[in-house]
């Protein structure tokens, strides 16, 4: 079974890393995060998770408004070949979320270290990055330092490439 938030929250807790949580209607979009969210300071994150045709699964984590070139991707991410988006099934194996809430929390969920985890350049410039706490009924903020710990502590070793 996929973490929940409360697992999650307790998680974090347990690094010793303080979020701030803000409850919203569900949010599927970008466009429907830029309306509903409110004012919530630092960088909004848009999330893709992507495959390569070798079966190597990527979270590659922008900052909301960035423009992603998903031709050109896998020379920058090491993917084996041209990306697509990953299936729901596998969104929901790996990550414990569905389409709408690919979060870097998910990471959580990705026990075994499937994912390739990459934060743009440009996103963790923010001193807080905001993601949903796996689900897009929320938002959580964390300190950016705090979200490369975060990273680190699921097993995964987030690459930083400017990628939008």
Do not use: C, W
Request: net charge negative; charged share 20%.
């Amino acid at each position: 079974m996929p973490k929940t938030e409360a697992e999650l929250n307790a998680f974090l807790a347990d690094l010793g890393i303080s979020v701030t949580t803000v409850r919203h209607p569900p949010l599927f979009t970008v466009a429907d995060s830029q309306g509903l969210r409110g004012e919530i300071p630092g960088g909004h994150t848009k999330n893709l998770f992507l495959k390569d045709k070798k079966d190597n699964y990527f979270l590659v984590t922008v900052g909301e408004d960035a423009v992603v070139d998903l031709k050109q991707i896998h020379h920058l991410i090491g993917a084996a070949s041209r990306v697509s988006f990953g299936k729901p099934e596998m969104l929901m194996e790996l990550l414990g979320v569905i389409p709408g809430a690919v979060t870097v929390f998910g990471l959580i969920n990705d026990t075994q270290g499937k994912i390739k985890v990459v934060l743009d350049q440009a996103l963790m410039s923010h001193d807080l990055i905001n993601g949903h706490p796996l689900t897009n009924e929320a938002t959580t903020s964390i300190a950016a330092a705090d979200l490369i710990r975060f990273i680190e502590a699921t097993g995964h070793d987030p690459v930083i490439l400017a990628v939008s």
